[in-house]
């Protein structure tokens, strides 16, 4: 009997995984009739995706070439930054854009980043203790993030709420299986705005450069491989989107998972600093990941567990099922918050890994600790919360959670 999975539906959109399990063990190269794409689950073969030089990330082009000529004209201004995204493009264009890009990502450029991730948590929550009450998306797990972006961006805060709406347009355009009536003409205005907004922040660095990183942008590699307007604006709306929606869907997921296992929430909370610390992220980015899934378009024919993959064919490798995949994780669907070793594909693998991997780690290790240490009590206000509409990205649409009033550290 063939397994009908289809995304669209809200039981398996909010809890996929028995669904997942069922393609693993009877179907786990399956050719989707809703997606009309496979859709792949097991671990070995989501890795095997991942390195595959076979296919390629750019799932745009494809995309686009497919659309009527009125949706083209709606879309295309933002399918010209998108395509210009280093996490759309194959070598040598993404090897280049990767490397200009790297050195704001790297480990030990990201640890000096964590004073102000501190501070920025620390302020948040000042601001949030004497409520008694929050949406831990709306409240917390969204504007940590998005003002770390900001900041490195160099970009002022009275802007959150614009990134934001500009970040929701983006993920229903790039993730979302339904064909929401305005999705384009969202897409299409948000484009706009953004390329507009960062043209005009990225003229004023080339006259007054910062510490920040667009300034670094500009001035990186050679003056023959340096990255033209375009490419500065793509850059922008990339470290824009992948740079807060990650951590947003890292933060709240990992505190519902880890308030849903009283005993894992307990033991963190009895040592918040240890190194407790680190494997919670890592069981946290593992058990509810913020990724659901790669996208890729097959290049060359060829074949996976007896399945052929035809040249155009579109694929889905879904990281999340692999996480839980019985033949590489034992217990997979327990939540072990010391959990060693933890192999999972949350950030992908090869040239694709996920720059912003060390920042979403930091983000989320100090997001942990502090909600431990200064909201122990914290309790869910639901234990069946909404999820995205989205086999990319995979996150908690709205958190209500609430605990004892304190009054602020600055009070």
């Known amino acids: 009997m063939t397994v009908d999975y289809d995304p669209r539906d809200p039981q398996i959109r909010n809890d996929p995984f028995p669904a997942f399990r069922r393609l693993q063990d009877e179907d786990p190269v399956q050719w989707n009739p809703h997606l009309r794409a496979w859709v792949i689950t097991r671990y070995a073969d989501v890795r095997k995706v991942a390195l595959n030089r076979r296919m390629s990330p750019d799932r745009l082009t494809p995309f686009y070439d497919s659309l009527p000529e009125a949706r083209r004209s709606v879309v295309g201004e933002l399918i010209r930054y998108l395509n210009l995204w280093m996490v759309f493009r194959d070598p040598p264009e993404h090897t280049r854009l990767r490397r200009l890009m790297n050195e704001a990502f790297t480990p030990r450029a990201v640890e000096r980043l964590r004073p102000n991730v501190e501070r920025i948590v620390g302020r948040l929550l000042d601001d949030l203790l004497p409520r008694g009450r929050m949406d831990l998306v709306r409240d917390f797990a969204y504007p940590l993030p ?6 490195m961006l160099g970009v002022p805060h009275d802007q959150l709420d614009r990134f934001k709406d500009w970040s929701d347009d983006l ?5 979302s299986a339904r064909d929401v009536p305005d999705k384009y003409e969202r897409a299409r205005r948000g484009a706009l705005e953004m390329s507009s907004y960062f043209r005009e922040v990225i003229a004023d660095r080339r006259r007054r450069p910062g510490e920040d990183v667009l300034s670094a942008l500009i001035a990186a590699g050679t003056p023959e491989e340096r990255l033209t307007e375009d490419e500065l604006i793509a850059a922008a709306m990339l470290f824009l989107f992948a740079g807060h929606e990650t951590t947003t869907n890292l933060i709240s997921n990992g505190i519902y998972s880890m308030r849903m296992h009283a005993g894992a929430w307990a033991r963190l909370v009895a040592d918040p600093s240890s190194g407790l ?3 919670a992220v890592e069981e946290c980015l593992r058990y509810d990941g913020p990724s659901g899934g790669i996208a890729r378009v097959v290049r060359v024919t060829h074949e996976i567990e007896g399945r052929e ?5 579109r694929v889905f490798a879904m990281l999340n099922a692999a996480n839980r995949d019985p033949r590489v994780f ?3 669907d327990d939540f072990i918050i010391d959990r060693s070793p933890n192999r999972h594909l949350t950030f992908g693998q090869g040239i694709h890994f996920c720059l912003g991997a ?3 780690r930091l983000e989320a290790e100090i997001a942990y600790r502090e909600i431990a240490r200064r909201i122990p009590d914290l309790t869910l ?4 919360p909404d999820w995205h509409d989205s086999l990319i990205m995979r996150g908690i649409t709205s958190l209500p ?3 004892r009033p304190v009054k602020s550290a600055a009070a």
């Open 401 to 403: 959670v609430h605990f």
């Open 146 to 151: 998005a003002t770390v972006i900001m900041d």
């Open 309 to 313: 993959l035809k040249e155009g064919d």
């Open 358 to 360: 060390p920042l979403a």
């Open 277 to 279: 610390l680190a494997t």
């Open 171 to 175: 993920a229903l355009f790039l993730g």
């Open 381 to 384: 206000g639901t234990t069946a």
């Open 330 to 332: 034992e217990a997979p």
